[in-house]
């Protein structure tokens, strides 16, 4: 009276884990699914590295750019001392934190040692870095292809700010600062008034 019709018979659970080989086929649907699962929910993050001595609108531009090509954008500062930075670490992560770290999907970071060791450590697949102009680019070249011969998993994504940022860099703001210029068209205002502290 209760005996299955044969042609559902396979269909049943029991059915399915009677015999070894149904077992292994379950199995490796299981790890597939996981596999896909973990696929799934990994963050596409970047890291967005550099000085930010101090930051700019153009450096903001990038960054605007960048967080929305990823799930997280970590822009992190380089402990770089022989560059003899105008503000301290914590005076650039403070300026940053003001301010980049207040957009969405956006964090602030510093590292030292290798990029790429600190791009596998924050499991990033991509390094974002601006060009402006011709004369970037020999620079940023050599460093992508070396960082890609560290670690062929980290690409170096390459973005253009807006043209008016084309011809910004910290190094000019802080020229016209101690020049006694008005920057505060190129930087955020928290930056101009950290300027103007410092050469006022
Ligand atoms: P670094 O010392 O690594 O050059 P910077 O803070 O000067 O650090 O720059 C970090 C990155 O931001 C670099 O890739 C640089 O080319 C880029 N960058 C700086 N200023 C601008 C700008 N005005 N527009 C676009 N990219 C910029």
């Known amino acids: 009276m209760t005996k299955s019709i044969p042609r559902f018979r396979h269909l049943s659970i029991r059915a399915y884990f009677v015999n070894r080989h149904s077992w292994f086929v379950f199995l490796l649907?299981?790890?597939?699914?996981?596999?896909?699962?973990?696929?799934?929910?990994?963050?596409?993050?970047?890291?967005?590295?550099?000085?930010?001595?101090?930051?700019?609108?153009?450096?903001?531009?990038?960054?605007?750019?960048?967080?929305?090509?990823?799930?997280?954008?970590?822009?992190?500062?380089?402990?770089?001392?022989?560059?003899?930075?105008?503000?301290?670490?914590?005076?650039?992560?403070?300026?940053?934190?003001?301010?980049?770290?207040?957009?969405?999907?956006?964090?602030i970071a510093e590292f030292e040692g290798l990029l790429v060791e600190f791009a596998r450590k924050e499991e990033a697949g991509a390094v974002i870095r601006g060009l402006r102009a011709v004369s970037d680019f020999e620079f940023e070249f050599q460093m992508a292809l070396m960082n890609r011969k560290l670690d062929s998993a980290v690409e170096t994504i390459f973005l253009m700010p807006k043209e008016e940022y084309t011809y910004l860099s910290s190094r000019i703001v802080k020229e016209i600062a101690r020049l006694g210029g008005d920057v505060s068209g190129f930087v955020p205002a928290c930056v101009a008034k950290a300027l103007s502290r410092k050469f006022g």
Do not use: W
């Open 29 to 107: 649907n299981a790890l597939f699914i996981f596999q896909f699962l973990c696929e799934f929910s990994k963050m596409r993050r970047a890291i967005y590295p550099g000085s930010f001595d101090p930051i700019t609108n153009g450096h903001l531009d990038v960054i605007e750019r960048a967080r929305k090509l990823f799930d997280e954008v970590v822009v992190a500062v380089a402990h770089n001392d022989e560059k003899q930075p105008l503000f301290s670490l914590k005076d650039r992560l403070d300026l940053l934190r003001e301010t980049a770290g207040k957009i969405d999907n956006v964090r």
